[in-house]
T-cell receptor
């Protein structure tokens, strides 16, 4: 799986949008971009994923550049409960075969009052 | 159950002792993954099952680590002759199929003294 680069930490004021960048310049055409987050003392939690189109769900939006070499996870109205480590992962997705997630060190997002 | 369940939540072992960590995946999930997470690091892949078949064990750090899933449901990760460097959080994840999103348990925190 392609490697990703994320800033080690970011701060965001509560109620503001949190924009978390990820660089994946060596991504292949058959690799998806996944985002997970890990709140202290819990296992990672799936947020969103995409291939080349922008995606939105009840948790977040994912913006992928046209060349697919970078992406941004957007939490539109951050709350204190969004304080966590956010992992950007690129993953080949096949049906019927193993497709593990390879985690990096992520971005530690601190949401403040 | 509602999610992936792991037990025990905490385990303290003396160096040289054998330990067994249990994972109850979400009912009906075919794929099961084990990860190891050292303090301050992202989770690292250990092994993967599809039903009862162990298809990938490339991440197991030594032959002291052994995992099984005999009936394609509950899985056990066994560590023999534990060493201090085995101290970590061990995470289990399951997914509906090989290419689907992973759901993680809260992990077992193993401390080897």
């Amino acid at each position: 799986d392609a490697k990703t680069t994320q800033p080690p930490s970011m701060d965001c004021a509560e109620g503001r949008a949190a924009n978390l960048p990820c660089n994946h310049s060596t991504i292949s055409g058959n690799e998806y971009v996944y985002w997970y987050r890990q709140i202290h003392s819990q296992g990672p939690q799936y947020i969103i994923h995409g291939l080349k189109n922008n995606e939105t769900n009840e948790m977040a939006s994912l913006i992928i550049t046209e060349d697919r070499k970078s992406s941004t996870l957007i939490l539109p109205h951050a709350t204190l409960r969004d304080t966590a480590v956010y992992y950007c992962i690129v993953r080949v997705v096949y049906t019927g075969t193993a497709s593990k997630l390879t985690f990096g060190t992520g971005t530690r997002l601190q949401v403040t009052l | 159950g509602a999610g992936v369940s792991q037990s025990p939540r905490y385990k303290v072992a003396k160096r040289g002792q054998d330990v067994a960590l249990r994972c109850d995946p979400i009912s009906g999930h075919v794929s099961l993954f084990w990860y190891q997470q050292a303090l301050g690091q992202g989770p690292e892949f250990l092994t993967y099952f599809q039903n009862e078949a162990q298809l990938d064990k490339s991440g197991l750090p030594s032959d002291r680590f052994f995992a099984e899933r005999p009936e394609g449901s509950v899985s056990t990760l066994k560590i023999q002759r534990t060493q201090q460097e085995d101290s970590a959080v061990y995470l289990c994840a399951s997914s509906l199929g090989a290419g689907e999103k992973l759901f993680f348990g809260s992990g077992t925190q193993l401390s080897v003294l």
